[in-house]
């Protein structure tokens, strides 16, 4: 029996990267498994475009580091040059909404060390000059962009893992995997292999390999095509003129991208309703293999093509591939370990394997061999999808997600499908009265309160048609008493003896007394912030933790790992109850049996007869109440305590109103804000790091979290704002709002050069604005309003 320390599960773009990145890191024990040949899945048909322009600095650095490797890297280890054509990639538009976009991704880039330039229409037609100008305002160009040859990229990373020591199994179908003893161990027809991790990077067969591992991965397979035009006379004359290639050009409104190929051009159309493949169970017999052209699905997007570049029409039509391209819910791969199970890892569901394989498998090497991953990965994360992601939910999404695979990608973006799959038991009744709701994670969460039934929010860069109810819910909050459904917490019930030993190794901070509560960090090796609980001693063998409803997965497998050597049950009971928040200077009047309970206290009582855990405590810096209850007795006490709120004035809040109140009490938020890049000493929330912890994360280079006043203009932050001295960007907006309590527009921000305290601004959507450092929280800096309980 052959035995090894990592097993890889296909030879594409991604697979292949991860065991380069091994070997790189050291790990020379690694064989790669695949049924055909290399590349021989989705890889060798790829267009291989590759390119910076991202949304979320992760996703930018995983399609960076691609470039690097095809560009520089990989040609100075093998001599020989990967097929990266640096041809440089622009967007262009016609969309007021679109430019917005390309500002923000811009401004972002100027701080990753990306740069991007803001394109007029002249400069459009000096870089590409077969595009027609009509109706365009402008666009974005991205000059360090281009293509790559995917198969030459991929069997490049191959010879240089082969040589540091890596196996590679070619023609070798994967049969079954099951695991033994702490081990894996994977059936093929040249026998069985035991080993310590197994990555499943199966592309397009993702979903399979995932059911032979116990999984039910979020992965569909979507059909993808592109056309190669013969030889376009103009391309050709540019060639024997001896001029540059042509930038790669995308018009995301008419949703197709062209690039130059030798003399010719190839397109590639987005259909909105795009074919899915094969949900069920890609057939066996598949392989290197295309589907017959389609050319009809997508003749409009075509003829707008031709219209923007006539020379495309010049050219006739030399072959089209037409093939599989797998899509998660939200068009991200899945990059990390996979849930509930030890050492095994997915590599996978990435439609853009080609730019983002490289990165990505330096990212998973890293995890792999450090323990966490090299950046925040909440948007890759393996585990971001829950059971909750059905297969009508995944089908519908793909689908959705390549039809917008051009979509603006507006900050508070919410979209229509998929929808309405995890309901909290208030849903209804909150819809009565006027939540307009939002998707986070599966849950339907109230956004904020509209008295105009069936109105929606605005989609739009700048201040939407939400800013005045958002206005009027805080003023309920702030002066009388505001109720919300908070119930899409994560929450889990840690019960037995060593409790408290548990949370002191889980987290950073002590575990609270009895009946007290606490705020804890779960920590990287490198004392990065992996997870943020808030930890309810509900008695001495009993605490309660809750989290954001984002991590639901993550922290369960936290937990779990961490408990492995005490004698603990933990139950995930995130669906089991819900949560009432009821805050505001008037709570006390309405729930006078707990008015004296102090501040960051909990009591296990009963209110109208129905068993509340009730904590003292208010993200939004109110005093306030969240009152956890099973769901079959949350909408009865909803409405007891609508009743006993009405004669103080009862408003309700939601989501956005609450990320408005918290910036001005400076608090931090878990994925945003607080990631596994930073440690809380960076965040400063050194009061909850134990006093032996704090040397351990002190390091060189360390970034500051500061909370910034902004000054007043027509649009309100939101996050991946540059913040500049002069002309230099220093720091980084995480998350911003408009503090409605203050008056004042606030930002949290990490200042990477942390000696820039002054003459600072913070470029948003290319407006600098100047940006001043506050000392302290501008809203009840004292926390008196938190503290205070008296009833009036
Ligand atoms: C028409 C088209 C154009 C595209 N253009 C681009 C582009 O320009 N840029 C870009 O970034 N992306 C592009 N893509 C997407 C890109 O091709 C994929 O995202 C990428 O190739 C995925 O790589 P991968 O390694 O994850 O999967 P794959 O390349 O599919 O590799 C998975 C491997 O797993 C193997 N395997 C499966 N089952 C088993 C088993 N049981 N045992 C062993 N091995 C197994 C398969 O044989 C295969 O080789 C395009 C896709 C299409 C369809």
């Given at each position: 029996m052959t035995k090894v320390q990592v097993v890889i599960i296909g030879g594409g773009a991604m697979g292949v990267s991860l065991m380069y990145h091994l070997i790189k890191s050291g790990w020379s024990d690694v064989l790669l498994v695949e049924k055909n040949d290399l590349t021989h899945g989705s890889t060798w048909h790829a267009a291989g475009l590759c390119t910076h322009?991202?949304?979320?600095p992760t996703i930018q650095e995983l399609r960076a580091t691609s470039v690097r490797l095809y560009r520089d890297i990989l040609p100075q280890e093998t001599g020989r040059d990967c097929g990266f054509h640096r041809s440089g990639a622009m967007r262009i538009t016609r969309n007021p909404d679109r430019m917005d976009e390309f500002r923000h991704v811009s401004g972002l880039s100027d701080f990753t060390g990306y740069p991007l330039e803001i394109l007029t229409p002249e400069r459009i037609a000096e870089l590409?000059?077969?595009?027609?100008?009509?109706g365009l305002i402008g666009g974005i160009y991205e000059p360090d962009d281009g293509h790559v040859d995917p198969t030459l990229a991929t069997q490049a990373m191959a010879g240089v893992a082969r040589a540091g020591g890596a196996q590679i199994w070619r023609n070798c179908p994967v049969q079954s995997i099951r695991q033994e003893a702490g081990h894996w161990l994977i059936e093929t027809p040249k026998g069985t292999v035991t080993t310590v991790h197994v990555v499943n990077a199966a592309g397009t067969w993702g979903w399979e390999i995932g059911h032979m591992m116990g999984l039910n991965i979020p992965s569909v397979p979507v059909l993808h095509q592109y056309l190669v035009t013969d030889t376009v006379e103009v391309v050709a004359d540019r060639i024997a003129q001896g001029l540059p290639e042509l930038p790669i050009i995308r018009d995301p409104e008419e949703s197709w991208y062209v690039r130059q190929e030798r003399d010719g051009l190839i397109l590639g159309p987005y259909e909105k309703d795009a074919k899915v493949w094969s949900v069920d169970g890609v057939p066996p017999?598949?392989?290197a293999d295309l589907m017959p052209p389609d050319l009809d699905s997508v003749e409009h997007i075509i003829a707008a093509a031709m219209d923007r570049?006539?020379?495309?029409?010049t050219g006739g039509v030399k072959s089209v591939i037409n093939g599989p391209i797998t899509f998660t819910p939200d068009a991200n791969p899945l990059i990390g370990p996979a849930h509930g199970l030890r050492n095994a890892w997915l590599l996978t569901g990435s439609s853009m394997g080609v730019m983002e394989g490289g990165g990505a498998g330096w990212f998973l090497a890293y995890w792999m061999t450090h323990g966490a991953p090299p950046m925040d990965a909440l948007a890759v994360d393996s585990r971001r999808f829950g059971a909750w992601a059905d297969r009508d939910y995944r089908v519908a999404k793909a689908i959705e997600c390549f039809g917008r695979q051009f979509g603006v990608h507006y900050p508070h973006e919410e979209r229509a499908v998929g929808r309405d799959l995890r309901l909290s038991p208030l849903h209804d009744l909150m819809t009565e009265r006027g939540a307009v709701m939002g998707a986070a994670y599966g849950w339907e969460r109230p956004n904020w309160f509209t008295d105009a039934p069936g109105v929606k929010a605005d989609e739009t860069f700048r201040r939407a048609n939400w800013f005045e109810p958002v206005a009027r819910e805080v003023e309920a909050a702030s002066t009388r008493v505001a109720m919300a459904d908070l119930s899409v917490f994560s929450k889990f019930d840690v019960m037995g003896s060593q409790v408290s030993a548990f949370l002191e190794v889980v987290g950073a901070n002590h575990a609270p007394k009895p009946e007290r509560i606490g705020l804890t960090h779960a920590l990287t090796h490198d004392g990065g912030v992996l997870s943020e609980f808030t930890v309810t001693r509900l008695a001495k063998d009993h605490a309660y933790l809750t989290s954001a409803a984002a991590s639901e997965e993550i922290d369960f497998d936290l937990l779990n790992r961490s408990a492995e050597r005490f004698n603990l049950s933990i139950r995930n009971v995130s669906e089991e109850l819900a949560v009432i928040g009821v805050m505001g200077p008037r709570s006390p009047d309405v729930l006078p049996e707990l008015a004296d309970m102090p501040w960051l206290t909990a009591q296990q009582t009963e209110l109208a007869g129905i068993p509340v855990r009730a904590l003292r405590l208010s993200y939004i810096g109110e005093c306030g109440w969240e009152l956890h209850v099973a769901k079959e007795h949350a909408v009865p006490l909803f409405t007891w305590l609508e009743q006993a709120a009405k004669p103080h004035g009862l408003g309700y809040f939601g989501a956005y109103a609450a990320n408005s109140m918290r910036l001005e009490k400076g608090y931090r938020g878990w994925g945003s804000d607080l990631t596994t890049e930073r440690s809380p000493l960076e965040t400063g929330m050194h009061p909850f790091v134990r006093e032996e912890l704090r040397p351990k994360l002190a390091r060189e280079n360390l970034w500051e979290m500061v909370l910034l006043e902004i000054e007043a203009g027509e649009i309100d932050p939101f996050y991946s704002h540059g913040l500049w001295q002069g002309g230099r960007p220093v720091g980084i907006v995480t998350s911003g709002a408009f503090g409605h309590r203050t008056g004042k527009v606030l930002a949290l921000a990490y200042l990477r050069d942390t000696t820039a305290r002054e003459d600072l601004t913070v470029s948003i959507l290319g407006q600098h604005r100047e940006a001043v450092i506050l000392p302290r929280p501008p809203y009840d800096p004292e926390n008196k309003r938190l503290k205070s309980g008296t009833r009036t």
């Open positions: 322009f991202a949304h979320n590409h000059p077969l595009a027609k100008l009509e017999e598949f392989g570049i006539p020379a495309l029409g």
